[in-house]
């Protein structure tokens, strides 16, 4: 079965530069999710996407900025990168069928980014 | 957001051994998600289980088993004769309707270490 396509699955950037990380979600999921894991910690709800509206939005810094295209993929940008922005950042989506789904939220297998 | 505790942050046993992860929640709605996901080193978030607030009927899946009780506001996760695999972080989580999009909120993680 197919599932969220995250690219890509390592990056590492400077401190100050901006990087981009994109997401294919699972075909006929509507609802993106992007997701920031640190070191030891939790995923932290960063920002959503229902058919490419932005629907919510959780602890994401004014220099990360997100989108869900036509298409429904979606990008995480993140400017002005800081060594505490070091973390896995996820993807994830829901499927459109909630009915058998019950708002099952099925994640990619994230992003690892290192900021130096 | 409603928050899920898991108050073991660590557990060891030997291969063959019994394991129960303990998850407890805060909630204010009738209606909620409940998840567990299973997270091994390579960092991916494995979805294992979905619960409704609504069906308090305990699941068995293989070597897994899951306890929800609502009187106790827990949902309890036991593996049966552990395996080596099972070594993982493992995170609880619940989804609100009220929460814009569903998102989820996850417990700080129980490391499920298994030893040969």
């Known amino acids: 079965a197919a599932g969220v396509i995250q690219s890509p699955r390592h990056l590492i950037k400077e401190k100050r530069e901006t990087a981009t990380l994109k997401c294919y979600p699972i075909p006929r999921h509507d609802t993106v999710y992007w997701y920031q894991q640190g070191p030891g910690q939790d995923p932290q709800f960063l920002i959503s996407?229902?058919?490419?509206?932005?629907?919510d939005k959780g602890s994401i810094p004014d220099r990360f900025s997100a989108q869900q295209f036509s298409d429904y993929h979606s990008e995480l940008n993140m400017s002005s990168l800081e060594l505490g922005d070091s973390a896995l950042y996820f993807c994830a989506s829901r499927p459109r069928d909630r009915a058998n789904s019950g708002n099952t939220i099925y994640f990619g297998e994230g992003s690892w980014l290192t900021v130096v | 957001a409603q928050k899920v505790t898991q108050a073991q942050t660590e557990i060891s046993v030997v291969e063959k051994e019994d394991v129960t992860l303990d998850c407890v929640y805060e909630t204010r709605d009738t209606t909620y998600y409940l998840f567990w996901y299973k997270q091994p080193p390579s960092g991916e978030l494995v979805f294992l289980i979905r619960r409704n607030s609504f069906d308090e009927q305990n699941e068995i899946s293989g070597r897994y088993s899951w306890n929800f009780q609502k009187s106790t506001s827990s949902f309890n996760f036991t593996i049966t004769a552990s395996q080596v695999v099972d070594s993982a972080v493992y995170f609880c989580?619940?989804?609100?309707?009220?929460?814009?999009?569903?998102?989820?909120?996850f417990g700080k993680g129980t490391k499920l270490s298994v030893i040969p």
């Open positions: 989580a619940r989804s609100d309707p009220g929460a814009g999009s569903y998102q989820l909120t």
């Open positions: 996407f229902y058919e490419k509206m932005q629907s």
